[in-house]
Nanobody, 121 residues
């Protein structure tokens, strides 16, 4: 059973930093594109950042220069380093990944359970 497990959320003051992790587990043949999404209070879920298996990255404009997405392919793990956090970054952060599991012919997209990030003084 493939699953994504997130960790690293919490409460931080404006200007602070947090690092989120997302680990894929199960019998996995390959992990392709991975991404972080977030959903703030009363808002739609939005794509924050994405990274391909060959480490090409993309960011939503509002986090450029503050957030850094990375991955460790050997560990099937993705990270989101968040610096200079603002109250408007408050949201539940979800990871998403395209994964080819053992015995499968096509990749499937999986979601993590979400981790709360609250930026407040």
């Amino acid at each position: 059973q493939v699953q994504l497990v997130e960790s690293g959320g919490g409460l931080v003051q404006p200007g602070g930093s947090l690092r989120l992790s997302c680990a894929a587990s199960g019998i996995i043949l390959s992990v392709n594109a991975m991404a972080w999404y977030r959903q703030g209070p009363g808002k739609q879920r939005e794509l924050v950042a994405s990274i391909t298996s060959d480490l090409r990255t993309n960011y939503v404009e509002s986090v450029k220069g503050r957030f850094t997405i990375s991955r460790d392919n050997a560990k099937n793990t993705m990270y989101l380093q968040m610096n200079s956090l603002k109250p408007e970054d408050t949201a539940v952060y979800y990871c998403n990944a395209g994964i080819l599991g053992f015995g499968k012919r096509l990749e499937s997209h999986y979601w993590g359970q979400g981790t709360q990030v609250t930026v407040s003084s």
